[in-house]
């Protein structure tokens, strides 16, 4: 069985902790909002990232037709190890991943802008 503070916090009842049911929803509520909020930011400056990258590379690629299959090719690549990761454990954020990819691939070659995957 695990261990530590919020194995604890679980197990113990509220009375056991020094505070009431009504005391320890308030903070879990909290916790929750501000939980919320981190995940909106981190979205909000992916998504940022994820523009700012498809600007540069149609910028670069617009110096030299060789530049923009470098940068299709790098994401091929990264699908690549993402994929070969998944294979070993599948998990979510693997396949997130690979879709989130996948739209940085359609907004370079022209196709569509990137959806909001986070």
Same mark, same amino acid.
């Given at each position: 069985?695990? *261990? ?6 679980? #197990? ?21 909002? @501000?939980? =919320?909020?981190?995940?909106? /930011?981190? !979205? +909000?400056?992916?998504? /940022? #990232? @994820?523009? #700012? ?5 149609? !910028? $670069?690629? *617009?110096? *030299? ?5 470098? $940068? ?6 990264? +699908?690549?190890?993402?994929? !070969?990761? *998944?294979? !070993? =454990?599948?998990? +979510?954020? /693997?396949? =997130? ?5 996948? @739209? #940085? ?5 022209? =196709?569509?802008?990137? @959806?909001?995957?986070?």
């Amino acid at each position: 069985m695990r *261990s530590g503070p919020g194995v604890y916090y679980l #197990l113990s009842s509220p009375a056991e902790r020094g505070r009431s049911m009504d005391e320890d929803v308030e903070i879990l509520a909290e916790v929750v909002t @501000q939980h =919320k909020a981190e995940i909106e /930011a981190l !979205a +909000a400056e992916t998504l /940022a #990232l @994820q523009i #700012l990258l498809i600007h540069l590379v149609t !910028a $670069f690629g *617009s110096l *030299s037709p060789v530049v923009r299959p470098i $940068f299709l090719e790098a994401l091929d690549s990264a +699908a690549n190890e993402i994929e !070969a990761v *998944s294979r !070993a =454990k599948e998990t +979510a954020p /693997a396949l =997130k991943s690979l879709q989130v990819l996948e @739209q #940085l691939r359609l907004a370079l070659t022209g =196709k569509h802008e990137p @959806q909001h995957l986070v």
